[in-house]
């Protein structure tokens, strides 16, 4: 409860600076959202002020509002050819999307849906108010509130934690200011991220990204402000050569070159025919037969081999002497008998 507390004071701050910079909205939002955390905090001046703002600004930007919504009249209802370019369906099916606060209802269901369900609702949906299809005023966020209430409700945690709180404003407050203090595990894509991409979303369910011919990506960067990245068509598509990588990889490795040693210092399946090192008797063993032949004795060939071969059988014995020095400090009477060989090789 005083978690709750302190965070409705937190409200109260943010509702008092949006009223002193005159984001009515703002205030009214945070206000009712302190009253939520707690119902005991006097907020009657804040929503008096609050109300103020409408009446002591609306004369003078009245002028401003009415010059912008012509405007924003002319551009929605002209097309590049002065034709438009979307319906009346099409804007009121955005007003819709942007005007219910509920995730089941934005998407259409029920409360007791399933996840098939709800699957379906934002198949059908998506595709109606995705902005490379529906050209309406505000598409891209309505694109984007159907991305988030779909994300919500698909998964059970969330969708738990939604159905616990019932409105979209408090649900979002508390994921992004952690009210209740809990650790929360942030992922690349987390649902209330700046970066929240409900074009990926798209992506993924549907497995395509040029659904509509025009592969566009609508990212958020911060409140407000929305960013829209170009993708080529015909381009090669980046994540399904990355999960292709590994396979290429394996296939790339199969049929690359490769040479097996010429000897080895253990006799196996491969290597049985014995030899022996010129220099201290070393045994090593080969897989041919015509060995002596391509490597005559005397030769530099095969010298630099009965080097190689004395070098590992060197380095074997370093390794098992270690081993045998760091037992005898438990057992001072335990043997060395690699410790020997070697001092016995170096001798030599």
């Not at 991220?193 to 798209?202: A, G, S």
Request: with cysteine; net charge positive.
């Amino acid at each position: 409860m005083d978690g709750n507390k302190d965070e409705a004071l937190r409200c109260v701050r943010i509702a008092e600076e949006a009223i002193a910079a005159g984001n009515k909205a703002r205030a009214a939002k945070f206000i009712k959202i302190a009253r939520r955390l707690n119902q005991d905090l006097q907020v009657n001046e804040l929503l008096a002020a609050c109300d103020k703002l409408d009446s002591g600004s609306s004369s003078q930007e009245k002028g401003v509002g009415e010059s912008r919504s012509e405007l924003g009249k002319e551009k929605s209802e002209g097309g590049l050819n002065g034709e438009r370019s979307y319906t009346e369906e099409h804007v009121q099916l955005i007003r819709q999307v942007k005007r219910n606060k509920d995730y089941y209802a934005i998407l259409g269901v029920e409360k007791t849906c399933s996840v098939e369900e709800i699957r379906k609702a934002y198949r059908k949906l998506s595709l109606k108010v995705h902005p490379d299809k529906n050209k309406a005023p505000g598409s891209e966020e309505a694109f984007k509130i159907v991305s988030k209430a779909f994300k919500c409700l698909s998964d059970v945690n969330s969708r738990r934690q939604y159905d616990q709180t019932g409105l979209v404003e408090e649900f979002e407050y508390n994921q992004q200011h952690n009210v209740r203090r809990r650790p929360r595990r942030r992922t690349g894509n987390d649902l209330f991220d700046d970066d929240f991409d409900p074009d990926e979303i798209f992506r993924a369910f549907f497995g395509q990204s040029d659904m509509f011919r025009t592969s566009q990506v609508y990212r958020t960067r911060g409140p407000g402000a929305h960013h829209r990245e170009e993708v080529h068509n015909g381009g090669p598509n980046i994540m399904l050569l990355i999960q292709l990588l590994p396979f290429l990889v394996i296939l790339l490795l199969a049929y690359l070159p490769f040479t097996e040693p010429d000897y080895a210092l253990h006799k196996n399946y491969n290597y049985q025919i014995p030899k022996t090192t010129e220099r201290h008797g070393v045994e090593f063993f080969v897989k041919s037969p015509n060995f002596d032949e391509s490597y005559p004795l005397g030769s530099s060939a095969r010298a630099k081999i009965e080097d190689s071969v004395i070098k590992d059988y060197k380095n074997v014995l370093v390794h098992y002497c270690r081993v045998e020095l760091q037992r005898r400090h438990w057992n001072k009477k335990m043997s060395t008998p690699h410790c020997d060989k070697l001092n016995a090789l170096e001798v030599a």
